[in-house]
């Protein structure tokens, strides 16, 4: 594992390199600003001590919200991306900042206030004078645990589309890539390290007596001026103006369609392609920044928008679906459907083989007859679909005793360690292929058809009219057991997903070799 780790850091720091440098750049700006809010709050309560324990018990409220709730929170607000990320650290930030100001300011001896007070020293004297620099040592104790902090929290912040190192780690899991989420986790262990040591140098310059007020303002000029450089470099780079921006759900054929599309967009016009992988949600978030321009296109399956997006009852056979859905897309959310790849993903239920023996399931009637006696595990979204978890159990007459939420990524390896008895499956799903797995048959058809295309917003389209021409170049590509075998490439061998995807795309004559 220790050689794969190596391997993979060295062959692929031109992936790790941009993620750490965003990681740092999120974590610099959320560092600011909760510096320059957090020390004015804490001195304001600490001179207005009627405010403290209101202020102190707000910012502790939000302190106790899980991170990944308070992103949820935020995307409606702030949308996808850097932005919402930095919001949510900078309120976690908040507290320590606060807290050690207040308690550094307020726990000067009143005997040194009253003796500044009777030399005729003003109360803004005595504040920056007194208080402030006998309250440093305090200030940055919290200011030390702050940072560290801020630095190790992003990782959970890929989940609405925020770079840095969170996206090793969550595509890693996703494709069931254990060494890529290895790789991420060992970056961020190792910057949270590193700032540790440097706080404590600072930590100890700042309060030794034998530097002088000269130096240590002259030091901290420095290094406040480092600081605003890094964070101003992600502020005010603009995007490249002809660049368009893809989205793709958590999922290893999503990944690999992503790069399709950004490599054949980038192949056959002046465009540049942005893609933001693994959406956390899926759907649920990805169609609202798609509506709002955050982004101008991504995969998704006609059953998921059918269902999901437009909140359809009944289905119609696929033809009239999809013209009705192109229809209403248009209508209602000036998107656009460019075509479809060919490939149906849809929904299955697998067990293990060995439980399969057991209990001779070959059909989803098979399993209904035992389910309660077997535990159930699913991604997250599926259980708050209208057609999804309730809906699935109630018509094949479900009971199981239990169901778990499991990440995608996650989901077959619970399976095979028997954590969990049966779990919902896509059957393009490259892990299908393993011999431990069996897939059980849906002999009423009762999960709809998800066929995969490309949802293109309609001003993209209309500033990029060669976009169409392009995107229809993949439209009947894609076969189930193509798409199987590409997951399978990413999933089980390894392969990075713009390789399996670029000699996919050399294989249809899609891209030149060259290229």
Known sequence: MIQELFDFITQRWDFLLPLIYEHLQISAIAIVFATIVGVSIGILIAEKRKASSLTLGIISFLYTIPSISMLGF??????????????????????????????????????????????????????????????MPVILSGFKNMVVMTIALPGISSFLGAG??????????????????????????????????LMNILESFFTKRKHSRKQKRAVAVVLLCILLAGCTTMLTIPSKKDTIHIA??????????????????????????????????????????MVKGDFDMYPEYTGTSWSFVLKKKEIPEHDILYKELVREYKQQYHLEWTGLYGFNNTYGIAVTKETAQRYHLKTYADLASVSSRMSFGAEYDYYERDDGYDAMVKANDFHFKKSIDLDIGLKYDALLKKEVDAILVFTTDGRISDPDIVVLQDENNYFEKYYAGTVVREETLATYPQLRSVLELLNGQITEKEMAE?????????????DVARDFLVKKQLLEVTK
């Open 486 to 498: 590409m997951n399978n490439d990413v999933e089980t061998k390894g392969r990075n997903e713009a």
């Open 248 to 289: 793709t759900k958590p999922m290893t054929e999503e990944f690999i369609i992503g790069e399709m599309l950004k490599q054949l967009i980038e192949d056959r016009t002046d465009l540049s392609v942005e893609i933001t992988k693994g959406v956390g949600g899926g759907t649920s978030n990805i169609h609202p920044a």
């Open 74 to 135: 935020l995307i409606p607000v702030t949308g996808i991306g850097n932005t919402s990320a930095i919001i949510a650290l900078s309120i976690y930030a908040l507290l320590p900042i606060i807290r050690s100001t207040y308690t550094g300011i307020t726990g000067v001896e009143e005997d040194i206030l009253e003796a500044a007070r009777g030399m005729g020293s003003t109360a803004a004297q005595i504040l920056w004078r007194i208080k402030l620099p006998l309250a």
């Open 164 to 197: 840095g190192l969170g996206v090793a780690i969550y595509r890693g899991i996703t494709t069931n890539n254990l060494t890529m989420t290895l790789a991420g986790s060992l970056a961020v262990a190792v910057l949270a390290f590193v700032f540790d040591i």
